[in-house]
């Protein structure tokens, strides 16, 4: 079983940035792929990146592409994202999420989720 929590979350302004960790308690994160999802009130969980087991395949989602980067720590079993250049529209709860396969970017197919850090951008 692995257990997931997300800290680095908080407000900023826009065109700031914010560095979101994931920290994983169980003894197999370097087998697991690895993904951020956000997700705001009244709306469907969004994909917003993913990294394989070995942090050598990352995927990102359109809106935030060439703004985010993913990356994963093996040795400290924890991942980031940095988030660079921040919208108002980047406002949301951001998970982190673990699956026992290949890199995906549909919420369904994940394993372990933590609880979120929420992220909110002034304009």
């Known amino acids: 079983q692995e257990q997931l929590v997300e800290s680095g979350g908080g407000l900023v302004q826009a065109g700031g940035s914010l560095r979101l960790s994931c920290a994983a308690s169980g003894r197999t994160f370097g087998t697991l792929a690895m993904g951020w999802f956000r997700q705001t009130p009244g709306k469907e969980r969004e994909f917003v990146a993913a990294i394989s087991r070995s942090g050598s395949i990352t995927y990102f989602a359109d809106s935030v592409k060439g703004r985010f980067t993913i990356s994963r720590d093996n040795s400290k079993n924890t991942m980031y994202l940095q988030m660079n250049s921040l919208k108002p529209e980047d406002t949301a709860l951001y998970y982190c999420?673990?699956?026992?396969?290949?890199?995906?970017?549909?919420?369904?197919?994940?394993?372990?989720w933590g609880q979120g850090t929420e992220v909110t951008v002034s304009s």
């Open positions: 999420a673990a699956r026992s396969s290949v890199l995906g970017i549909t919420s369904s197919r994940y394993d372990y």
